[in-house]
């Protein structure tokens, strides 16, 4: 049996794009010696945010279809220590909320330039997404936002035990979402490596 990393794509990524992620973690593992399978589920929308929003439930795609698939059709341990999540971009978004919600399935977070918004700069640089996923609603935002997880996870003292890797190139816009971020998790606790 083997260790899983789940892998989530960025916004607008075509398929060609995100099997270029896939297969450049692939060779990074390897070149380690670690053996574990990789998997990526496609966002057919590119713009989902990896939540259960208005205009696709992904989430409920991920935990209700895609993972078992996965852990059903190949030879998986299946267990949190060996169960890892990681994001590229809109996929950050994903993997960092997912990772934090979702502790209980997730050893270990890694984010790799992520889109990490909160309500103001989604709507300042996103609109179409805080329109068509989340209903304009920041309630309903709040509901799926890494930052509310985050929260979340340090009100019941959970946030230590989930390391997040979290990787900001030169971007301006994703540089500073990610020490906007870094600065939360730092303030809760969490153990995060940047």
Known sequence: ?????????????LFSWMKREVLWTAVQLEKANISII???PHDFTLASMWVDGDSVQMAK?????????IETKYSIEGDRSS?????FSMG???????GYKYQDKFGKIIVWDGELHDWDTLNASKKFIARDQFSNDQVNFH??????AARASS??????GTPLFMVS???????????NYKLLLTSHGACLTH
């Open 61 to 69: 795609i991920l935990h209700e279809q895609f993972i078992p698939e």
């Open 169 to 179: 190139g030169s971007l301006k816009q994703t540089k500073k979402l990610t020490e």
């Open 83 to 87: 169960r890892f999540l990681q994001g």
């Open 143 to 148: 509901l799926w936002c890494p930052w509310a």
């Open 1 to 13: 049996k083997y260790p899983v990393l789940y892998h989530l794509h960025g916004m607008g990524e």
């Open 38 to 40: 990789v998997a990526a």
């Open 155 to 160: 009100e019941v003292r959970k946030i230590r």
């Open 92 to 98: 950050g978004f994903g993997a960092a909320l997912h």
